[in-house]
């Protein structure tokens, strides 16, 4: 029995969109299990709704849009699965390409790429390339990512400055541990204003774990195959309902 969501219309404050939305993509499987599917057939329309909020967040004038595919621990997953997930980028490249470049939307990707199979590199390496004159909304694909693998590659590279020289102990400061994060490339945007996770599950899941120090958290019961702008712009919603101190005052 599936219920029907009840249609809200949501009133935005458009001088207050979150300049960078990252989104926990859950509940593609449990959405295709309900169907009696397999588990690929949610991931099949889990790469439809990317397309359809893609569109939605750079419609809503979100500056960055960060997506996690695929992380460093889902290689765990059955081999078919695997595969499948690491089929889609190309899949989903090879048709949407045209519409972001329409829409101004650069791709970027973070993670480690270099671990993926050659064609999914392949592909994601021409999107970027066909994209690199786009400087609308940055969509940010975390792709064989981790925020722990993350935090301990930048460790290493800023020992590594040190070992060499070119970094004094003392000048190790919050700047440069972002600056060595994987998000350095979105510059400006590299903190989420907002994180939302999708099909009621209120776990970070190794995503971001530095970088969502101060943003807003919306846990959305939806499973990501089901997501919809709708949706979107009710945790948007909620996200300009709450009161961001960063650590201050309100008032203050
Ligand atoms: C989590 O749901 C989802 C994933 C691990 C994959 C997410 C991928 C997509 C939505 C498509 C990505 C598209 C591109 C273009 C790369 P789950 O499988 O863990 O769901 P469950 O918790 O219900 O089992």
């Known amino acids: 029995m599936f219920k029907f969501k009840k249609k809200t219309t949501t009133e935005l404050d458009y001088n207050n969109i979150p300049k960078h939305i990252a989104i926990i993509m859950d509940g593609n499987g449990r959405w295709a299990q309900q169907r009696h599917l397999p588990r690929i057939a949610g991931h099949k329309k889990g790469m439809n709704v990317v397309k359809d909020i ?3 967040a750079s419609d809503l004038g979100v500056k960055a849009l960060t997506l996690y595919a695929f992380s460093t621990e889902n290689w765990k997953r059955p081999d078919q ?6 089929d889609l980028p190309e899949k989903f490249f090879s048709t949407f390409v045209p519409d972001l470049v329409k829409n101004n939307v650069r791709v970027n990707v973070m993670g480690y790429v270099d671990q993926l199979p050659k064609s999914t590199q392949k592909a994601i390496n ?5 994209t690199k004159e786009c400087d609308g909304m940055i969509l940010n694909f975390a792709l064989n990512y981790g925020s722990q693998d993350e935090i301990v590659t930048a460790v290493q590279k800023i020992a590594q400055k ?3 020289g070119s970094l004094n102990v003392d000048d190790i400061n919050k700047d440069v541990v972002s600056d060595n994060l994987m998000t350095s490339s979105l ?9 939302i996770r999708t ?22 019961d939806t499973k990501w195959p089901d997501y919809t702008k709708e949706d979107l712009m009710n945790c948007i919603a909620k996200f300009q309902g709450r009161h961001r101190r960063f650590g201050g005052l309100k008032n203050k």
Do not use: C, H
């Open 81 to 86: 699965e695997v595969n499948y997930l690491m």
């Open 199 to 220: 099909s009621g599950e209120e776990r970070l899941s190794n995503f971001l774990l530095w970088q969502v120090a101060y943003s807003e958290f919306v846990f959305d």
């Open 126 to 130: 021409d999107a970027i390339e066909d």
């Open 162 to 164: 040190v070992s060499d």
């Open 54 to 56: 893609t569109k939605a």
């Open 187 to 195: 510059g400006e945007f590299a903190n989420p204003d907002l994180l």
